[in-house]
């Protein structure tokens, strides 16, 4: 089930979850946890869509972080999904991304997002990085170096990776 509140979206399905943050937009954050499946997949695009049209709406650019240290290497269907649902999603989407920043540390993973980036149709400006500091530091220079400018209350040195959603944290 899904939950949101204010900037955020949590969604969790059995052993597999996410937590999409934009508290702190124009840098969207998403923590994943376990194999990311169909239905997980489709509430993200969902969410990172209306993040694209607010980015839209403002005339702002804005930049990624995904966490992929809990994340498992998805299926090959569920690749082909984040693909396709990339390929669909709004065309300003590529304009406004300044960079998507991967943290990983899984040499599966990392075979996935190169999976996903030779199925899309989109340059997906996907750029490993080693930890959340890296991550959201690369992130603000980023939107730095657009004319924007970082966060306020975005700080690399104090922000932590949020834990897994419970269970009970179920939603509409």
């Given at each position: ?20 943050d ?12 376990g ?7 489709r509430?993200?695009?969902e969410?990172n ?10 005339g ?15 299926s090959?269907?569920v ?7 990339t ?37 997906l ?48």
């Amino acid at each position: 089930m899904a939950v949101a509140t204010p900037g955020t979206l949590t969604s969790r399905d059995g052993t597999r979850a996410f937590f999409a943050d934009a508290r702190y937009f124009p840098v969207l954050w998403v923590t994943w946890w376990g194999e990311a499946n169909e239905l997980l997949i489709r509430r993200y695009f969902e969410w990172n869509n209306a993040m694209l049209l607010r980015a839209s709406a403002e005339g702002s650019k804005f930049a990624n972080i995904t966490d992929a240290r809990c994340a498992s290497l998805p299926s090959a269907t569920v690749r082909r999904l984040v693909a396709n649902l990339t390929d669909e999603s709004p065309p300003a989407g590529n304009l406004l991304n300044v960079g998507t920043y991967l943290i990983h540390d899984n040499a599966f993973v990392r075979g996935a997002v190169t999976a996903v980036q030779w199925l899309s149709q989109r340059d997906l400006k996907i750029v490993a990085v080693s930890d959340l500091r890296s991550g959201i530091a690369r992130a603000v220079a980023s939107l730095a170096k657009s004319g924007i400018s970082a966060p306020q209350g975005l700080d690399a040195e104090r922000c932590s990776a949020p834990t897994m959603p419970a269970e009970t944290a179920h939603g509409g």
